[in-house]
């Protein structure tokens, strides 16, 4: 079955970096689309980027544009996500998920079947 294990969370002050990782078993990882999305407590868990199956087409949410990048290694089957001058609002739980098959970059959660557990990233003022 399909297993996605992030890590790269961890707590930061205002304006610094993370790496956040996904390790993606069980698919042909090379062939989906995948993304990122995050959740705070008692709110819906919302969209953060997304990254087609071929690596060349990206999406990303209004509110990270600028300080975040998605990228892919389809030799490692791992999914980046690089954060820069993180804010206090980017705290939250971080998730990557499985897309479409030979899918785009998109930003509807319906769009993905299998997610992971999650990384906490807290961010201090």
């Known amino acids: 079955q399909v297993q996605l294990v992030e890590s790269g969370g961890g707590m930061v002050q205002a304006g610094g970096s993370l790496r956040l990782s996904c390790l993606a078993s069980?698919?042909?990882?090379?062939?989906?689309?995948m993304g990122w999305f995050r959740q705070v407590p008692g709110k819906e868990r919302e969209f953060v980027a997304a990254?087609?199956?071929?690596?060349?087409?990206?999406a990303y949410a209004d509110s990270v544009r600028g300080r975040v990048t998605i990228s892919r290694d389809n030799a490692k089957n791992t999914v980046d996500l690089q954060m820069n001058s993180l804010k206090p609002e980017d705290t939250a739980t971080y998730y990557c998920?499985?897309?479409?098959?030979?899918?785009?970059?998109?930003?509807?959660?319906?769009?993905?079947?299998?997610w992971g557990q999650g990384t906490q990233v807290t961010v201090s003022s």
């Open positions: 069980g698919l042909n990882f090379k062939t989906y689309a």
């Open positions: 990254l087609n199956w071929v690596g060349g087409a990206t």
């Open positions: 998920a499985v897309g479409l098959q030979y899918g785009g970059p998109t930003k509807v959660i319906g769009s993905y079947a299998s």
